[in-house]
């Protein structure tokens, strides 16, 4: 409930450069809360980039088009803000650079509360994708890696500071927050809620087996397709996958820099039958069918918050290999997966071949994930959120 002494639903106004059309974490979260914090009475707005989805939602959403060149764009974007933040009792931007800068400025001018939610830092993901750094997060932060990433880790560093409350979704970046310099006092820790998929009707996985050419076992990766994701090594240990288990298919769902390479790799390999790229894919129905035929779930990361692409192969039971990095080993361990070190391709391959070997193991192990998975409910993440939201007013 609402505190008894203010007279008015508070206005809250949400910022984010990833909305519906767009596909991401901000996006599913926004249209997971908003509207369990419209039926509870409170007045919500989003701004965003993008085109117009014709979706109705009991809130009004406001785009920037992406087709305005910068630095133009990001002047519309906080005179959109400037010009929201005027009727909200409260800020809450899940961008920490183009919203979040926009955010933060106009909220100091109108001295209106801002809460930021911080899962991962983009200055450190762009900078190790295009080969620029080769230091793990924690360290980026303490080093010297070029004015590029002076620049772009000052300005992060003056918007989580002026920041009033931030969110993280695990206790790893809540550690990252505290690196960077930021009190953590300020910090709450709200998980990531699970992506339950609905039950298939009529459907026959082997059909669906062999419509993509599939006979042996599945193991299926799905992420971006950037170095940190580690998806070279699992390619390499192909070989021996199926040395052991012949007909064994690596499926690779997901899209990015590394995608040409990674199929290079595959050929020069010599093991292009075995690897099978099926793009980015994030039709629920369509994820849901690739989850039931896969055997093995595996993510191969050097860094991670809270997974939702974990807690969604957790949540269909499947048996899991991830590294214990970042926040992966906050909700897994051996009694619900297997955690290995990131690149280490004889752990990998002897986990992979563990679980494929023994499947009285993976059944118990994927029985254990979905039990864990559950634990993360929506209601959880929204009756966290109206906590932290009331606190401020």
């Known amino acids: 409930m609402l505190k008894t002494h203010y007279k008015k639903p508070p ?20 249209t997971n809360l908003i509207p369990r914090l419209v039926e509870k009475k409170y007045n919500c707005m989003v701004l965003t980039f993008g085109r ?12 920037a088009s992406l087709c305005v060149p910068q630095p133009l764009r990001g002047m519309l974007v906080f ?12 800020i ?33 993901e762009t900078l190790f994708n295009q080969g620029e750094t080769k230091c793990d997060i ?41 690196t960077i310099g930021i009190d953590t006092g300020k910090v709450v820790v709200i998980n990531n809620a699970v992506q339950i998929f609905p039950e298939l009707k009529k459907f026959n996985p082997y059909a669906f087996r062999d419509q993509l050419g599939l006979k042996g076992k599945i193991i299926m990766t799905m ?46 390999l010599g093991i292009k039958n075995s690897v099978l790229f099926l793009g980015k894919i994030t039709d629920k129905e369509e994820k849901k069918k690739l989850y039931t035929i896969t055997d093995v779930f595996i993510l191969n990361t050097f860094y991670e918050g809270m997974s ?11 048996s899991i290999i991830t590294t214990s990095s970042g926040g992966n080993p906050e909700f897994m361990n051996r009694i619900n997966g297997i955690l290995v070190e990131y690149n280490n391709q004889e752990e990998i391959e002897k986990s992979i071949i563990k679980l494929l070997s023994d499947s009285e193991l993976a059944l118990q192990l994927g029985h254990q994930a979905q039990k864990t998975a559950y634990q993360y409910t929506w209601d959880n993440l929204v009756q966290k959120n109206i906590a932290l939201i009331n606190s401020l007013f």
């Open 223 to 268: 992420a971006r397709l950037a170095p940190w994701k580690g998806i070279e090594v699992l390619i390499k240990m192909m070989p021996h996958v199926t040395a052991r288990f012949p007909d064994t298919t690596l499926l690779i769902v997901g899209d990015g820099p590394q995608e040409v390479v990674l199929k290079e790799l595959a050929n020069k």
């Open 11 to 30: 206005v809250i106004l949400f910022t984010t450069g990833i909305f519906p059309p767009a596909l991401g974490g901000p996006g599913t979260v926004l």
């Open 92 to 124: 809450y931007t899940l961008d920490t650079y183009t919203h979040g800068l926009s955010s933060l400025i106009a909220g100091k001018i109108l001295r209106k509360p801002l809460i930021l939610r911080f899962t991962g830092d983009s200055a450190w």
């Open 308 to 318: 939702n692409t974990l807690l969604e192969a957790m949540a269909e039971k499947k």
């Open 138 to 178: 924690i360290t980026f932060q303490k080093k010297w890696c070029g004015i590029k990433a002076a620049i772009r880790k000052f300005l992060r560093t003056q918007i989580l500071k002026g920041a009033d409350r931030i969110i993280t979704d695990c206790k790893f970046l809540k550690g990252l927050v505290k």
């Open 52 to 63: 117009d989805d014709d979706v109705y939602r009991s809130y009004p959403v406001t785009r």
């Open 79 to 90: 005179l959109q803000v400037f010009r929201a933040s005027l009727k909200a009792d409260l």
